[in-house]
């Protein structure tokens, strides 16, 4: 059974995060298994973030790590370590980090995320405590 082990997961930084693909390369030729992918993300404290979306997947997010709000195209939602999020193909989203940060584990019934993941030019948004 191939496993990934954290020191093995190297991120890349995205607008406004650091993205890895633990999936990437030669374990997911040794899985022989193209139908999905897996991104940890990492968003430090403060972090403006640009929605995106996903085209041709769903995602499927659980919040591991501090507390933030989802936003979905408009609609903001406070999210906190545990939950879930589940967000339908090309709807504008992005998650935005709380004062601790968060870091977040996606799910894509879509072995490419490199090219199903579309940056939106929309203004920055930023977390503000809820109401």
Do not use: K, Q
């Not at 979306?53 to 790590?65: K, M």
């Not at 193909?89 to 709380?98: D, F, K, Q, R, S």
């Amino acid at each position: 059974m191939p496993v990934v082990t954290g020191d093995a997961v190297r991120f890349a930084e995205l607008p406004g995060r650091l993205s890895a693909d633990p999936l990437a390369g030669d374990l997911r030729d040794a899985a022989h298994d193209a139908s999905a992918s897996v991104r940890v993300v990492r968003i430090a404290p403060g972090s403006p973030r640009t929605p995106h979306r996903h085209p041709r997947s769903a995602e499927v997010t659980w919040i591991a790590e501090g507390e933030g709000i989802a936003w979905e195209d408009g609609t903001r939602t406070p999210v906190a370590a545990g939950d879930l999020i589940l967000l339908p193909a090309g709807v504008p989203h992005a998650t935005l980090p709380g004062p601790s940060g968060l870091v977040l584990v996606c799910f894509f019934p879509d072995p490419d995320l490199a090219t199903n993941t579309e940056e939106l030019d929309a203004p920055l948004l930023t977390w503000t405590p809820p109401p």
